[in-house]
């Protein structure tokens, strides 16, 4: 199928509270503009230089999200446009990223990543980590970054019963800290599920899922 009968499939049956993320890393800016031709303008990149790269080339009303693991001193490049960091593992990133938002006049959204796979590669808090953070009187005094949600990834497996069973708990963890709203905390968005397991993400209350693949294809790991 092409990219955009793809986008369409996908599109058309999510239900309307959920947010898709096209995820357009590795795939060249005349691909991105076929999803955009087809009206879709939410992107999601997993590298800094990358995302900046399209950012200057790509129309401006495209809403670019950060989806990868962000360092520190790379924020400054990003922060004049990203629109949702999903990204953020620590207090000291989180610091960075309200430094750079002082700086450009802003407020920039970001969602908390919480480690729910059990799997040692995956970034992200534990439960435990990102409850101290968000009790932090540091993170307290933050005013320009917002804390608007958390994103999860499950663990690469078939195991359908495993993969469900991460993402209820990361529910439950979003469903016990909404009623907790502040000027820099307020939870909207639950970001989880990708190609392989979006369905499983929605059924278990993901409002904004992160697709790539099913729209563009297997990627190049080469490039
Ligand atoms: C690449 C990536 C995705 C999309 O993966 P697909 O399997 O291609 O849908 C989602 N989330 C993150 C964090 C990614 O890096």
């Not at 000291?92 to 750079?100: A, F, T």
């Not at 469903?175 to 502040?182: G, R």
Request: net charge negative.
């Amino acid at each position: 199928m092409s990219i955009q009968a793809n986008l369409h499939h996908i599109k058309s049956s999510l239900p309307t509270e959920v947010t898709l993320i096209a995820v357009t890393k590795t795939h060249p800016s005349e691909k991105l503009m076929e999803v955009y031709n087809a009206g879709h303008k939410i992107f999601g990149e997993n590298k800094v230089q990358e995302m900046c790269d399209k950012y200057t080339e790509l129309p401006k009303d495209i809403e670019w999200h950060l989806i990868g693991h962000l360092q520190t001193n790379k924020v400054k490049y990003i922060a004049p446009f990203v629109s949702l960091i999903h990204s953020v593992d620590s207090l000291k990133l989180l610091q960075e990223i309200n430094k750079q938002g002082i700086k450009n006049n802003r407020v920039i959204d970001c969602l908390l990543q919480i480690y729910i796979a059990d799997e040692e590669t995956k970034f992200g808090l534990s439960f435990e980590e990102a409850e101290s953070l968000l009790n932090s009187l540091e993170y307290i005094q933050l005013k320009n970054i917002r804390i608007t949600g958390f994103m999860g990834m499950a663990t690469n497996t078939d195991d359908q019963d495993k993969i469900r069973k991460e993402f209820r708990s990361l529910k439950l963890f979003f469903d016990k800290h909404t009623p907790l709203v502040t000027s820099n905390f307020s939870l909207l968005t639950l970001s989880m599920g990708m190609s392989s397991d979006y369905l499983i993400a929605i059924e278990e209350g993901s409002n904004m899922i992160r697709v790539g693949s099913s729209i563009f294809g297997n990627r190049n790991y080469n490039l």
